[in-house]
């Protein structure tokens, strides 16, 4: 396993602005990836966070809406763009360990995101 | 496409009950992962359980046991002898060779003294 950790784990933001979401994590790692939980609901993939490269977003996720940013096999960024009440929601990363019979997969504590 | 369902929305016993929580799945791939994760009130997700489509053994961790049945597509968890800090929503999740999870609705625990 590993340390994940995630800047802010909370914040109360204003409509119409921005807030930008880090994950760490304490060692390299091959494959990261954001999700969101809504209140009371289960977990959503938004997109994969690829190193070098452009995330990959899932159906009904935009880039100009969460870019993503993943300099490093370490970190990554998730920036919720032009914030509604509706974005209002927990943001987690989550990180992939091994292949096979070695995969496992950890999440960070998440980041409490409510939209006033 | 991969689809969990969890069909148990609540559940609450008293300490030392015991508590199965059901999860089916459905899958094309041949090759997948099932998982268990626990959220707590605090709200992280804490990693139970990782299991591969080509390994139908049952586990037992402490008071934790899972039962895997491809023939049911089924990854049912059973606490044995609750607790008070076995309350917490549990989700289902499953996985292919993109990585990519896809969760269960999540099964609300609640345990009382």
């Known amino acids: 396993s590993a340390v994940i950790s995630q800047k802010p784990s909370r914040d109360i933001c204003q409509r119409g602005t921005s807030l930008t979401i880090q994950c760490q994590v304490d060692s390299q790692v091959t494959m990261m990836f954001w999700y969101r939980q809504q209140p009371g609901q289960s977990l959503t993939l938004i997109a994969t966070a690829n190193q070098g490269s452009e995330a990959t977003y899932e159906s009904g996720f935009v880039i100009d809406k969460f870019p993503i940013s993943r300099p490093n096999l370490t970190f990554s960024t998730l920036t919720v763009s032009n914030m509604s009440p509706e974005d209002s929601s927990i943001y987690l990363c989550?990180?992939?360990f091994g292949t096979g019979v070695t995969y496992e997969q950890y999440f960070g504590p998440g980041t409490r995101l409510t939209v006033t | 496409a991969q689809k969990v369902t969890q069909a148990q929305t609540e559940i609450s016993v008293v300490e030392k009950e015991d508590v199965t929580l059901d999860c089916v799945y459905e899958t094309r791939d041949t090759t997948y992962y099932l998982f268990w994760y626990k959220q707590p009130p605090s709200g992280e997700l804490v990693f139970l359980i990782r299991?591969?489509?080509?390994?139908?053994q049952n586990e037992i961790s402490g008071r934790y046991s899972w039962n895997f049945q491809k023939s049911t597509s089924s990854f049912n968890f059973t606490i044995t002898a609750s607790q008070v800090v076995d309350s917490a929503v549990y989700f289902c999740a499953l996985s292919d060779n993109d990585y990519k999870l896809s969760f269960g609705a999540g099964t609300t625990v609640t345990v009382r003294a």
């Open positions: 989550s990180v992939k």
């Open positions: 299991r591969n489509s080509f390994d139908e």
